[in-house]
């Protein structure tokens, strides 16, 4: 592995690191884009919009609970285990993830970002509180008589705004920012890494493939998160 990598690696403190779909495609959870992905198999606008909401809630559940149904079979990998590692080594670490599917969580993080929100909670749609999903028949209901919704960000929806401006904050400030298993396709996410670098810090990516982020990376690593991350973190903790 890159010596100048490794070295940044072991006397930083400070770590961000940005995750999307890649990172659980080995804990059997599909990717979005790409052979297999979620967005080849079902019609994106039909399912997580507003608008797709607003005129067949029941589909939208049906299809988030399908999600929960596979998801609570997985487990976390090697890539998540390590990253968990992280937090508890690095003195400032923060992780931002793209997925919504509480793996992260499961593998022990804490100090995590959901960009996109989180499959396992849902939030009223007139006063928009957030609370743990819950298992039902049909459309959950909150107290005060609305449906839940979601609590995921959907197309064509803006992020939560005080998560993205920490998430750019600890992106702009970090001295090695690493990006893992993303397309690099969808934003502000995207701009993270590119930021981070424009900022002055290294900047890793692991990816099975090329992405639009590789051409501004000091070190890319090509292959599967949850092979590379437990290599790397090895060389790393080697004296
Ligand atoms: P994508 O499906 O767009 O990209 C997954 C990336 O992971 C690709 O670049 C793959 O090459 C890479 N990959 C696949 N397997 C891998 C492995 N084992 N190890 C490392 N890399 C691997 O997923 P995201 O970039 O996360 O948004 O997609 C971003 C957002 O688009 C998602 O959060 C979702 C989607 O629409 C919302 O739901 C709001």
């Not at 995750?19 to 198999?41: C, D, H, M, N, V």
Request: charged share 25%; net charge negative.
């Amino acid at each position: 592995m890159d010596k100048k990598m490794i070295n940044m690696m072991r006397e930083t403190s400070n770590i961000v690191v940005l995750t999307g779909a890649g990172i659980s495609q080995e804990s059997g959870i599909p990717t979005f884009r790409g052979e297999g992905g979620l967005w080849k198999k079902f019609r994106a606008e039909e399912l997580a919009t507003p608008q797709a909401f607003k005129k067949d809630p029941a589909l939208v559940w049906e299809w988030y609970k399908f999600r929960q149904d596979k998801v609570s079979e997985c487990k976390p990998n090697p890539g998540h285990h390590i990253i968990s590692e992280m937090e508890r080594f690095y003195s400032d670490f923060t992780l931002i993830t793209q997925n919504v599917d509480g793996l992260h969580r499961k593998a022990g993080n804490t100090k995590i970002l959901e960009l996109h929100g989180n499959i396992w909670k849902m939030r009223c749609t007139a006063d928009e509180r957030v609370v743990d999903y819950f298992s039902c028949e049909g459309i959950p209901k909150c107290e005060c008589g609305a449906i839940f919704r979601p609590h995921i960000v959907w197309f064509g929806e803006s992020l939560d705004s005080n998560i993205l401006e920490h998430a750019f904050k600890v992106s702009a400030e970090s001295l090695v920012f690493i990006v893992v298993g993303t397309s690099g396709v969808v934003h502000p996410a995207a701009q993270l890494p590119i930021i981070a670098r424009e900022k002055g810090a290294y900047l890793i990516e692991v990816n099975t493939e090329r992405t639009p982020i590789s051409s501004h990376s000091d070190c890319f690593l090509e292959g599967k998160s949850g092979e590379l991350l437990p290599v790397l973190w090895d060389e790393i903790k080697q004296k």
